[in-house]
């Protein structure tokens, strides 16, 4: 872990301040524009930004205590070479960074990458059956040729198959843990998790030190549901942590996918029920992740029209379409619809029409970028 920097430091105490949630956080840094500048403001104007309640306001009189606290932490991450990523840290997830539930701070083990060009998210049931298994080591051979990184949460049964698989297959893999980094739970995969260092990682939002609770674990399904492009549930009971990170993932407006299984069998209840209820697609395959992700091997073809004169050939419409996305590299439908003024029925139109000329494409949770 390389040495913490100012900015670091404050970020870090911020997140330490009782009544401070995501909301507040970013609040706070839309109207400061630093940890450092909130907590330097003095009281009469810091009680003026919205949400700012007079019980954080009192909290924040005792800066130097959480400063410190934020300083004995990193003291403690740096000996146990476990990194923290705060907000403004370029490492930071910008998968997360669009949830209004993220977490302020990340606390990280490994060589992984946490902004990959894929990722998959693969979950299921810890009772997991050898047709499970088998399904997890079969998904991930597929997706190999495409190198996403596997994220799931180190749990018994499909979890832990598919760290074990993306090992098997050199894919790097990331588990997101319900624990602090220097604490693997379950003991008895600290050998999967530390042949995951070395490509791949271990996260969490919880510091060293911290009680394991119960909680902790569907708290931390959000992150698993937050960095997935996709998500598959292999298998799942009725209930389980499983389906809350498929219905997490769901509300985030991601590809879910759910695997089909034995009407009789109680471990593929949970699946075929979000199937049914269309919260998740039927997975029959590596096509379905490459035409929800738009996951496309590299060419040799010619291109026989200049992108140039294909951009010359746009309505006024599509024009401002194409001007926008290159502006703001990445957008949301509904962002877009909301920028240019449009029905979404028309906007749709617009953008299938530009994808077929190969001018935009579309990106996981309903979001275009120009090619």
Known sequence: MSKPNETQHHELAL????????????NIIAYTGSAYNFLELPNGKAAKIPRISQRL????????????????????????????ITISDP?????LKSLEDMPMVIFSKGLSDMNPKRTLGIVGTRNASEYGRNITRKIIEDVAPYNPTIISGLAYGIDIEAHKAALQFDLPTLAVLGSSPDQIYPSIHKNT???????????SEFMPGSEMH????????????????????????????????????????????????NLQSTYSEGCNNLIRTMKASIFTG???????????????????????ETIQDLDSIEKKIYEIL?????????????????PLSVLASKLLNMEFQGIIRAMPGKKYKVV
Do not use: H
Not at 196 to 202: A, D, N, P, S, Y
Not at 222 to 243: P, Q
């Open 286 to 308: 590596l096509k379905d992740l490459e035409e929800a992700l738009s996951w496309s091997k590299e060419t040799n073809g010619v291109e026989t029209k200049n992108k140039n």
């Open 214 to 261: 119960p909680t902790n674990f569907p708290k931390r399904n959000r992150i698993i549901a937050g960095l997935s492009d996709a998500l598959i549930v292999v298998e799942a009971a009725k209930k389980g942590g499983a389906l809350i990170t498929a219905e997490i993932a769901y509300s985030y407006n991601k590809e879910v996918f759910a695997v089909p299984g």
């Open 326 to 342: 290159v502006e703001s590299k990445e957008l949301e439908i509904d962002q877009l619809a909301f920028r240019m003024e449009l």
């Open 57 to 84: 306001l009192s909290w924040r009189k005792e800066k130097t205590s959480f400063l410190k606290k934020a300083e004995e932490l990193l003291e403690i991450c740096l000996k146990k070479n476990i990194q923290v």
């Open 91 to 95: 490492q930071f997830p910008q998968r």
């Open 15 to 26: 997140s330490l301040i009782p009544q401070i949630g995501p909301a507040v956080y970013r």
């Open 193 to 203: 998790a530390l042949s995951m260092l070395e490509k791949g990682g271990l996260i």
